[in-house]
T-cell receptor
Framework: GESVGLHLPTLSVQEGDNSIINCAYS??????FIWYKQESGKGPQFIID?????DKRQGQRVTVLLNKTVKHLSLQIAATQPGDSAVYFC??????????FGTGTSLTVIP | DSGVTQTPKHLITATGQRVTLRCSPR?????VYWYQQSLDQGLQFLIQ???????AKGNILERFSAQQFPDLHSELNLSSLELGDSALYFC??????????????FGSGTRLTVV
């Protein structure tokens, strides 16, 4: 069946290093993707989005890359900080305009 | 503060009982979405309301129901509760209800524990 999934459930990085979180999707009709960050005890927060007509989008310290050929999405965080420790979800907008979320990757930043 | 308000923050109840979770969307948002997040699970879409009307259904059990009121707040009713219903329940809101070109704004969630 169709799914939005993440390659790794956990990721640990040293403070100051770059982090890369990956996400695979299987619905080729999806045209909009979002990365969310969820800190402990809080709801998901919007980080960055990308539309299917783009390959790359940059924000502040974050970059999202979209490879439609292999249906892969990645989130790159530059100079990772302790405050970046959280669970990161990719979300895929499918037909019907609902977002479907992956299971999440837990990022731990080691000081 | 995201602007989406959920109450209560925590809820502990017994199996077989019924509970109501409440959500007030961000000012100006017409759509409300309910999601369930179980341990080690992603966010499972339950149901969407737009301006008082049901717009879409996801993996919502028949024991669960929701509604959106004229003031746009929404309630999620969970009945005949089972241990497996223990989860975080999130409400999110957005301006649009049709072509949603932006992400959602999430509340802080209600943690439901069924004992």
């Amino acid at each position: 069946g169709e799914s939005v999934g993440l390659h790794l459930p956990t990721l640990s990085v040293q403070e100051g290093d770059n982090s890369i979180i990956n996400c695979a999707y299987s619905n080729s009709a999806s045209d909009y993707f979002i990365w969310y960050k969820q800190e402990s005890g809080k709801g998901p927060q919007f980080i960055i989005d990308i539309r299917s007509n783009m390959d790359k989008r940059q924000g502040q310290r974050v970059t999202v890359l979209l490879n439609k050929t292999v249906k892969h999405l990645s989130l790159q965080i530059a100079a990772t900080q302790p405050g970046d420790s959280a669970v990161y979800f990719c979300a895929e907008k499918r037909t019907g305009n609902q977002f479907y979320f992956g299971t999440g990757t837990s990022l731990t930043v080691i000081p | 503060d995201s602007g989406v308000t959920q109450t209560p923050k925590h809820l502990i109840t017994a199996t077989g009982q019924r509970v109501t979770l409440r959500c007030s969307p961000r000012s100006g948002d017409l759509s409300v979405y309910w999601y369930q997040q179980s341990l080690d699970q992603g966010l499972q879409f339950l149901i969407q309301y737009y301006n008082g009307e049901e717009r879409a259904k996801g993996n919502i059990l028949e024991r669960f129901s929701a509604q959106q009121f004229p003031d746009l707040h929404s309630e999620l009713n969970l009945s005949s509760l089972e241990l497996g219903d223990s989860a975080l329940y999130f409400c999110a809101s957005s301006v649009e209800g049709g072509q949603t070109n932006y992400g959602y704004t999430f509340g802080s969630g209600t943690r439901l524990t069924v004992v």
